[in-house]
């Protein structure tokens, strides 16, 4: 079965600072991985997403996430923290995703608070 | 508007009794999710539409729940006899049929509280 683990509940950065949120997954087999973001009183935001080819995988906002197989990770970063950052980021992996019908059944991480400090 | 809309926003109810919960997708989008999300846990996959039918409901916890999309547009979710254990945060989602991995876009939620 697959699973995500999102390690530490909370993230404290300054400003500016580097982000790095980690994500380990488990899957038997190429799973396509996805960072969604929750910001307050909104619905959940596709970040990035790896399906396949390049493993470093830019997203919006400046954030990237590096695909690697051999340490089953998927870890968020961005280099410089702003303010509007501070959100929820919960880390999601599918290994079923229907060719035909785009269907794909997520099984998410327990999420990372991200706090940023001035 | 534009986005994914879930109604009502929130609801208390008493252990026991009905409970539905809307979801209108974005105009378009064939395919339509629900999760739910308990305290401190990540989304958790309850069922998925294609159009009006439900082509994967392995997720529902129980015969207490059930979720109809009748015209392939707006979902209902129902739960019957509710329990405390239900009380979450029930997410919809919509996305394009076809594609490899399309975004899916999340409306706010429903938070139920089933005292």
């Known amino acids: 079965a697959q699973s995500v683990t999102q390690l530490g509940s909370h993230v404290s950065v300054s400003e500016g600072a580097l982000v790095l949120l980690r994500c380990n997954y488990s899957s038997s087999v190429p799973p396509y991985l996805f960072w969604y973001v929750q910001y307050p009183n909104q619905g959940l935001q596709l970040l990035l997403k790896y399906t396949t080819g390049a493993t470093l995988v830019k997203g919006i906002n400046g954030f990237e996430a590096e695909f690697k197989k051999s340490e089953t990770s998927f870890h968020l970063t961005k280099p410089s923290a702003h303010m509007s950052d501070a959100a929820e980021y919960f880390c999601a992996v599918s290994d079923i995703v229907s060719r035909n019908t785009g269907f794909q059944k997520l099984v998410f991480g327990t999420g990372t608070r991200l706090l940023v400090s001035p | 508007g534009a986005g994914v809309s879930q109604t009502p926003s929130n609801k208390v109810t008493e252990k026991g009794k009905y409970v539905e919960l809307r979801c209108d997708p974005i105009s378009g989008h064939t395919a339509l999710y629900w999760y739910r999300q308990s305290l401190g846990q990540g989304p958790e996959f309850l069922i998925y539409?294609?159009?009006?039918?439900?082509?994967?409901d392995s997720g529902l916890p129980n015969d207490r729940f059930f979720a109809v999309r009748p015209e392939g547009s707006v979902s209902t979710l129902k739960i019957q006899r509710t329990e405390r254990g239900d009380s979450a945060v029930y997410l919809c989602?919509?996305?394009?049929?076809?594609?490899?991995?399309?975004?899916?876009?999340f409306g706010e939620g429903s938070r139920l509280t089933v005292l």
């Open positions: 539409f294609q159009g009006t039918g439900a082509a994967d």
């Open positions: 989602a919509s996305s394009l049929k076809g594609g490899t991995a399309g975004e899916l876009f």
